[in-house]
């Protein structure tokens, strides 16, 4: 296609899209129940049949976020972990919502190991042993739903029900989106065989606008956005795991004012320090399963930002938000029991030859990175005085 917009996928970009629909992703049902093995285009398309009989409208199915930018980029190193799958529909009243809703629960079902009596089993059931999370927005700009399926490796299947989205990207690297429709037509042919000669027009397109520039900050791991102010949170979050991740800004001299703009709607949503807590603990049991030795340098990058660039709060606030995320860095570091890099440690205080140090290490604080953290061992120290001294 022409349109800056949009581009066709690779041969080879087909095949990384096959492999991730045909993936067997474990859905984790609490308590007593089974766990559920699903290949996503099979859920996908099962969905997709059963909102159509319910008379719901399905404009299209997408593929969006980090699962769509690892299969335009996998050989960038570039990772995914939730399978985050858009359908466009119509949702005009709140019965649609619900008839969306059960339609995803009654699919469920039908992934249930053979044996299983179905028949006793409610939706209310079904929801409380495999949802991990579910939100439905209504308002001037949002119309839309999400139904998140529970993994305990952090792999979750989220599934999106959008009628309107006013802002559908953080970054301009998690911007783009995959159609699904022509796959899950080939799919649906049971004598059709992929092959390099053979295979389905499948369309990408970077929200962001200019999918050729989204690519480039894609692959040279470059950071780059639009209005964060639109974003809820600001995109700060995200923005400070980028950073970590060792993406660089793709123009420096603007940085700093997008950073401001970032702060800015962060603490409009998040107005006080626990619900600013409470958004940060979330963020980090989501996207740093497995990475728990990252959380520490996360946390301490996301303080930087935000006492560089933070003009909308007074002192007393700036300092609690900055203190409540210190404090949870220091909590990181307990549960691993572990210390910064001494590489990164200066002492600043020498003993008298009369102190004598039982035990306990002398007070030192980190002198590189962020603002320091100081550590101040509270040991009692026990000292005597040489012959003549008072």
């Given amino acids: 296609m022409s349109e800056i917009g949009f581009s066709n996928l690779t ?50 199915t997408r593929l969006n976020g980090s699962t769509a930018s690892y299969i335009l980029a996998s050989h960038n190193g570039i990772t995914y972990k939730d399978l985050d799958v858009i359908f466009g529909v119509e949702l005009p009243s709140d019965q649609e919502f619900q008839v969306v809703k059960d339609a995803v629960l009654g699919c469920l079902l039908d992934f249930l190991p053979k044996g299983v009596k179905k028949e006793k089993i409610t939706l209310k059931t ?22 998140s399926l529970s993994n305990n490796t952090g792999k979750n299947v989220e599934l999106k029900f959008v009628n309107s989205l006013r802002r559908q990207f953080e970054f301009s690297v998690d911007s783009f989106q995959i159609l699904l429709d022509p796959m899950l037509d080939f799919y649906s042919d049971k004598n059709a065989k992929l092959t390099q000669e053979s295979y389905p027009v499948v369309v990408a397109e970077s929200m962001y606008g200019d999918f050729k520039e989204a690519m480039t900050h894609l692959q040279y791991n470059l950071i780059a956005t639009r209005k964060p102010e639109e974003i809820r949170g600001g995109g700060l979050l995200k923005y400070s795991n980028l950073l970590v991740r060792d993406f660089k ?34 963020y980090l049991r ?105």
């Fill in 11 to 60: 041969w080879d970009q087909v095949i990384t899209l096959d492999q991730v629909l045909d993936e067997v992703i474990p859905i984790h049902g609490r308590g007593n129940f089974p766990t559920l093995e699903v290949k996503p285009k099979y859920i996908i398309h099962v969905v997709k049949d059963q909102l159509i009989e319910q008379g719901i409208i399905v404009k299209d």
């Fill in 126 to 147: 079904m929801k409380d042993a495999y949802v991990q999370k579910m939100v439905k927005i209504c308002n001037k700009h949002d119309r839309w739903s999400l139904i």
């Fill in 249 to 282: 800004p793709a123009r420096v001299a603007e940085i700093k004012i997008l950073e401001r703009y970032m702060c800015s709607r962060f603490f409009i949503d998040f107005p006080n320090v626990a619900e600013q807590k409470k958004k940060i603990e979330s």
């Fill in 286 to 390: 989501n996207h740093f399963i497995g990475e728990e030795k990252s959380k520490y340098e996360y946390l301490m990058t996301l303080r930087g930002v935000v006492n560089e660039s933070t003009v909308c709060l007074m002192y007393h606030e700036r300092r609690q938000t900055l203190n409540m995320i210190t404090f949870m860095a220091l909590k990181v570091l307990g549960e691993q029991n572990i210390l910064p890099s001494t590489d990164k440690v200066t002492c600043f205080y020498k003993p008298a030859p009369y102190f004598a140090f039982e035990r306990g290490y002398p007070s030192y604080y980190v002198t590189s990175g962020p603002p320091p953290i100081f550590f101040q061992p509270c040991h009692p120290l026990n000292y005597y005085t040489p012959n003549g001294m008072i």
